[in-house]
């Protein structure tokens, strides 16, 4: 319908010769001022050098007539405000039955490719309460956006290279050490979990005593830790260091990749569980192995927006809006983070996407300067260039902060999460505010077979159309949907019209949330959609000895069924017949 009334606005704009590159038509949020209204009067009357009014008034007189307008009327300073006709509705829910699973999907990012990297945590542990709600959070935008017409490549950035994989592989082998009977006081930045653990026992069966060392020979003449009054990235730098003489970087390297691909596997399989898969998982590795690095930092050097300054190659970033300019190799020729962040966007837009989102932890605003003047410096527009950020998660339990046992013993982990509230209410809880707010999780609530439970509220409105359904087969009553559409003029009734009403935004819906990357509008309208049929429900009997009633009214059941399942869906929400 919105569609409609946008092209019957083009089609007046033309017939008075009037240029105007997009049309913004909006849903009223008050039934008095009409069902649709736009303010584009008001937007071209400056460059028409018109009057809003009078500009409104022509737009009017030169709009085509359409049967589904009931009428449209000027309000304020140059409002236009569309009325539609019951038969525009009614229609609509014929299309929702019509269409089912596809209602709600369009063609408005056709054409348009957009890569979606989230969750890409390190592979040095487990998946945390934290890393689900990215997980859910992308998987959900990556599913608006494919709704929406879009073609959405949803990628996992493993960062498989780097320090961070030396110190685990470090503590692998100290818990191997361990596990075949030496004494040690492990370091206090060393992997703690007791995943690190369960690796070490993998690398034991493995390997056996073969890589077994003396403590002594592992920490004799290094800089204290932390708890002896040192550093401790000093110190377990050096135990690095150590491990690497005394095992030969061949076998380092192997306790690596034995370490890392024990833990990827795991989050894969616990993402999966989750409903969360990806196109591709992206290696960090692959970036200096293809020469992807050196290429980046060359075109820098070619277009002149790296120097070097006190033995280190630094980006000119602040050319490009950036605080600061940043090292990309560093004075000991190693080459930073940064430098295959630069490689990595560099990669995204060589393979020929369109639009680039990612999706970080709200830790990491302070790199979205540099790492959008790194792809302006080489080249991409940077509009192509988007990050949402995601705040932190607080568990709690009967108003109190969560504490819960962990197989880490030092965070909660996803699936910890997933086991007590199940997958359901995790996607739906973590998706239902804006990512850009604090999530507060109550357990209890995500439990709760209530109607403040805002999973089983939906649900329940999906399950009792099912339950209508049954109750018709049992009684041998044959339910003619055709003769229901012919129908939907007699639901006249309050709740019902605004039922109806609701069920025809859904398509608006998901474009909004699609675009403004914002699932938690979709969680809403559902909540409102629900509390519709479930008010509904109770104020009119469905099945009813009037046939044309009873088919009209459970038409209109099963067109908000349509509609709730296909938004839990791309929510990654079940949605039953029976609870």
Same mark, same amino acid.
């Given at each position: !319908?919105?569609?409609?009334?946008e092209?019957?606005?083009?089609?007046?704009?033309?017939?008075?010769?009037?240029?105007?590159?997009q049309i913004?038509?909006?849903?009223?949020?008050d039934?008095?001022?009409?069902?649709?209204?736009?303010?584009?009067?008001?937007?071209?009357?400056?460059?028409?050098?018109?009057? /809003?009014?009078?500009?409104?008034?022509?737009?009017?007189?030169?709009?085509p007539?359409?049967?589904?307008?009931?009428?449209?009327?000027?309000?304020?300073?140059?409002?236009?405000? =569309?009325?539609?006709?019951?038969?525009?509705?009614?229609?609509?829910?014929g299309?929702?039955?019509?269409?089912?699973?596809?209602?709600?999907?369009?063609?408005i990012?056709?054409?348009r490719?957009?890569?979606?990297?989230?969750v890409s945590?390190? /592979?040095?542990?487990p998946?945390?309460?934290g890393?689900?709600r990215?997980? *859910?959070?992308?998987?959900?935008?990556?599913?608006?956006l494919?709704?929406?017409?879009?073609?959405? @490549?949803?990628?996992y950035?493993?960062?498989d290279?780097?320090? $961070?994989m030396?110190i685990?592989?470090?503590?692998?082998? %100290?818990r191997?050490?361990?596990?075949c009977?030496?004494e040690l006081?492990?370091?206090?930045?060393?992997?703690?979990?007791?995943?690190?653990?369960?690796?070490?026992? *993998?690398l =034991?069966?493995?390997?056996?005593?073969a890589?077994?060392?003396q403590? $002594?020979?592992? =920490?004799?003449?290094?800089?204290?830790?932390? /708890?002896?009054g040192?550093?401790?990235?000093?110190?377990i730098?050096?135990?690095?260091?150590?491990a690497?003489?005394l095992?030969?970087?061949? &076998?380092?390297?192997?306790?690596?990749?034995?370490?890392?691909?024990g833990?990827?596997?795991?989050i894969r399989?616990?993402l999966?569980?989750?409903g969360?898969?990806?196109?591709?998982?992206f290696?960090?590795?692959?970036?200096?192995?293809?020469?992807?690095?050196?290429?980046?930092?060359a075109?820098?050097?070619?277009?002149?927006?790296a120097?070097l300054k006190?033995?280190?190659?630094w980006?000119?970033?602040?050319?490009?809006?950036?605080?600061?300019?940043?090292v990309?190799?560093r004075?000991?020729g190693?080459?930073t983070?940064?430098?295959?962040d630069?490689?990595?966007?560099?990669?995204?837009?060589?393979?020929? =996407?369109?639009?680039?989102?990612?999706?970080?932890? *709200?830790?990491?605003?302070?790199?979205?300067?540099?790492?959008?003047? *790194?792809?302006?410096?080489l080249?991409?527009?940077?509009?192509?260039?988007?990050?949402?950020?995601?705040?932190?998660?607080?568990?709690?339990r009967?108003?109190?902060k969560?504490?819960?046992?962990t197989?880490?013993?030092?965070?909660v982990?996803?699936?910890? %999460?997933r086991?007590?509230?199940?997958?359901?209410?995790?996607?739906?809880?973590?998706? !239902?505010?804006? #990512?850009? @707010?604090?999530?507060?999780?109550?357990?209890?609530l995500?439990?709760?077979?209530?109607?403040?439970?805002?999973?089983?509220?939906?649900?329940?409105?999906h399950?009792?159309?099912?339950s209508?359904?049954? @109750?018709?087969?049992e009684?041998?009553?044959?339910?003619?949907?055709?003769?229901?559409? &012919?129908?939907?003029?007699?639901?006249?009734?309050?709740?019902?019209?605004?039922?109806?009403?609701r069920?025809?935004?859904?398509?608006?819906?998901?474009?909004q949330?699609?675009?403004?990357?914002?699932?938690?509008?979709?969680?809403?309208?559902?909540?409102?959609?629900?509390?519709?049929?479930?008010? #509904?429900?109770s104020?009119?009997?469905?099945?009813?000895?009037?046939?044309?009633?009873?088919?009209?009214?459970?038409?209109?059941?099963?067109?908000?069924?349509?509609?709730?399942?296909?938004?839990l869906e791309?929510?990654?929400?079940s &949605? /039953?017949?029976?609870m």
């Amino acid at each position: !319908m919105k569609t409609l009334i946008e092209s019957l606005l083009r089609q007046a704009l033309a017939t008075l010769s009037i240029p105007c590159e997009q049309i913004e038509v909006e849903r009223t949020r008050d039934a008095r001022h009409g069902d649709f209204a736009t303010n584009l009067a008001m937007r071209l009357a400056k460059p028409a050098r018109q009057n /809003p009014r009078k500009l409104a008034e022509a737009l009017l007189a030169a709009l085509p007539a359409d049967a589904s307008i009931a009428r449209a009327e000027i309000a304020g300073a140059g409002f236009i405000n =569309f009325f539609l006709t019951p038969a525009a509705y009614h229609a609509e829910i014929g299309r929702i039955l019509h269409q089912a699973r596809d209602y709600g999907r369009s063609q408005i990012g056709a054409g348009r490719s957009v890569l979606v990297e989230f969750v890409s945590a390190n /592979p040095t542990g487990p998946l945390h309460v934290g890393h689900g709600r990215h997980a *859910a959070y992308g998987a959900t935008v990556a599913n608006l956006l494919d709704a929406a017409g879009f073609r959405a @490549q949803r990628e996992y950035y493993v960062n498989d290279a780097g320090r $961070q994989m030396d110190i685990l592989a470090v503590s692998t082998w %100290l818990r191997y050490l361990q596990r075949c009977g030496e004494e040690l006081v492990f370091p206090a930045n060393g992997y703690r979990g007791d995943y690190i653990v369960a690796v070490a026992e *993998a690398l =034991f069966a493995a390997d056996g005593p073969a890589l077994r060392r003396q403590p $002594q020979a592992v =920490f004799e003449n290094l800089p204290p830790d932390e /708890p002896q009054g040192g550093d401790k990235d000093t110190y377990i730098d050096a135990v690095i260091v150590r491990a690497r003489s005394l095992i030969g970087d061949a &076998a380092f390297a192997r306790v690596r990749d034995l370490a890392m691909s024990g833990i990827l596997a795991d989050i894969r399989e616990d993402l999966a569980e989750f409903g969360v898969t990806f196109d591709r998982w992206f290696l960090e590795h692959s970036l200096s192995d293809s020469g992807a690095v050196d290429r980046s930092i060359a075109a820098l050097r070619h277009k002149d927006y790296a120097y070097l300054k006190d033995g280190a190659l630094w980006f000119k970033s602040t050319e490009f809006g950036d605080e600061k300019d940043r090292v990309i190799v560093r004075e000991n020729g190693a080459k930073t983070y940064f430098a295959s962040d630069i490689a990595y966007v560099f990669d995204k837009r060589e393979r020929g =996407f369109d639009h680039l989102l990612y999706i970080w932890g *709200a830790d990491h605003h302070g790199y979205i300067a540099r790492l959008r003047a *790194a792809l302006v410096a080489l080249g991409g527009p940077a509009g192509c260039f988007e990050v949402r950020l995601v705040q932190f998660v607080t568990l709690f339990r009967g108003g109190e902060k969560a504490q819960m046992s962990t197989r880490s013993g030092e965070f909660v982990t996803l699936r910890d %999460l997933r086991r007590e509230v199940g997958n359901d209410a995790a996607r739906l809880f973590y998706v !239902m505010r804006s #990512n850009d @707010q604090h999530l507060d999780f109550d357990l209890e609530l995500a439990k709760a077979r209530s109607n403040d439970n805002p999973v089983y509220y939906i649900q329940y409105a999906h399950a009792r159309v099912a339950s209508v359904m049954r @109750q018709l087969k049992e009684r041998g009553i044959a339910h003619d949907a055709a003769r229901g559409v &012919a129908a939907l003029a007699r639901l006249d009734q309050p709740q019902e019209l605004q039922l109806i009403r609701r069920l025809c935004a859904y398509p608006d819906i998901v474009e909004q949330s699609a675009l403004q990357r914002a699932p938690h509008t979709l969680v809403h309208y559902l909540r409102d959609l629900a509390n519709d049929f479930h008010t #509904n429900y109770s104020a009119h009997q469905f099945i009813v000895d009037d046939a044309q009633l009873r088919d009209a009214r459970i038409d209109l059941a099963l067109a908000t069924q349509v509609v709730i399942r296909n938004g839990l869906e791309l929510l990654g929400v079940s &949605a /039953p017949d029976t609870m």
